[in-house]
């Protein structure tokens, strides 16, 4: 019985302690570029909504520019400023004549000009996830938007559902 004990509490602190390590390997696919050499300036996580809704937003530090090298090859990266009407009002907020909208999201992201930018939307009901001209008419969003600084090497990642 003792020796059950000891491997249940051998278990547990095992668990515990791989569950410690932060592995943003979902980040590096999803934005198709290594985010493991950068350090963690911030994060924050309140995906315990209704259906896992809410939002999760990290601020990404690297030391030298070579994220960026390997962004600058990738097509589904953009250069800044954001030319796009919906990815700009789920940002930063639009006003257009006929209405205001946004932003969509509780952060402050910088306004950069150098760098580039990722918008992937993970809606059901998106046909190409790199196209973001229906989503201001849904009623909910699905979406991870990242934008690069390069001059000072820095990355703000979220992911917002509602």
């Known amino acids: 019985m ?8 051998g278990i547990c602190i095992i668990t515990l302690l791989a569950s410690a390590c932060q592995s943003y390997d979902d ?3 999803m934005l198709g570029a290594d985010v493991s050499s950068a350090k963690e300036i911030s994060s924050e996580n309140n995906h315990g909504g209704f259906h896992g809704d809410g939002e999760r937003y990290l601020i990404f530090a690297f ?12 097509n589904t990266w953009h250069k ?6 919906p990815i700009t009002a789920l940002l930063y907020g639009l006003e257009t004549p006929e209405m205001t909208y946004g932003p969509y999201i509780n952060q402050d992201i910088p306004q950069i000009s150098n760098g580039y930018y990722f918008f992937y939307d993970r809606h059901s009901d998106s046909i190409n996830p790199f196209d973001a001209s229906d989503v201001l008419a849904r009623s909910s969003f ?4 990242a934008i690069y600084d390069a001059d000072t090497d ?6 917002l559902d509602t």
């Open 80 to 85: 800044l400023p954001v030319t796009d009407a």
């Open 63 to 74: 030391e030298d520019n070579s994220f960026e090298n390997t962004i600058k090859k990738d």
């Open 27 to 29: 980040i590096s696919v």
């Open 2 to 9: 003792k020796k059950i004990i000891r491997c249940l509490i």
């Open 142 to 145: 699905n979406f991870t938007a």
């Open 154 to 159: 820095t990355l703000y990642y979220i992911e």
